[in-house]
């Protein structure tokens, strides 16, 4: 039987709703990466050239990513990430951390270096104190939150 549901008024939902499907983070990775032109985007992804377009838009009307011309006969577009775009790429270290431990531990395909020449580890701390915000160590509160 199907029950009333009232979703929780919730961040991560709205963040998904902009860019939770698969062919939306790719493209945001391909820019992270440096990619700007929209068939390279197209042969990295493996994304199909409709779907591609319509994310693409998509990122470009929630501030995500900015268009910009490069050629007018034909015309064509560069992509490249907007600041809150660029915030994004701390959400997909984390995400690959997260595949490099679990999925593949034994040859990530890809690793991140700092400038000071040392592998980028992600970590989500405490605003305040600094002290890694694990699991177990923290708790949510705020306005979207309900008990059982």
Known sequence: MPRDAEPRDCSIADTLDLVGERWS??????????VRRF????????????IL??????????GVIRRERYSDHPV???YHLT??????????LVL???GDRHL?????????????????APRVICAHCGDDARTG????????????
Do not use: F
């Not at 983070?25 to 992270?32: D, F, G, T, Y």
């Open 25 to 34: 983070l790719l493209a945001i990775r391909e820019l992270s990466y440096g």
């Open 39 to 50: 068939d390279q985007i197209v042969h990295n992804t493996g994304a199909s050239r409709d």
């Open 53 to 62: 377009t319509a994310r693409l838009r998509k990122l470009e009307s929630g």
């Open 76 to 78: 064509r577009h560069e």
């Open 83 to 92: 600041p809150a775009g660029a915030e994004l790429c701390d959400v997909l």
């Open 96 to 98: 690959m951390r997260w």
């Open 104 to 120: 593949n531990a034994d040859d990530p395909p890809v690793r991140w270096q700092h400038s000071c020449g040392h592998p980028v």
């Open 137 to 148: 160590t923290h708790s949510p509160t705020g306005r979207g939150i309900r008990t059982p």
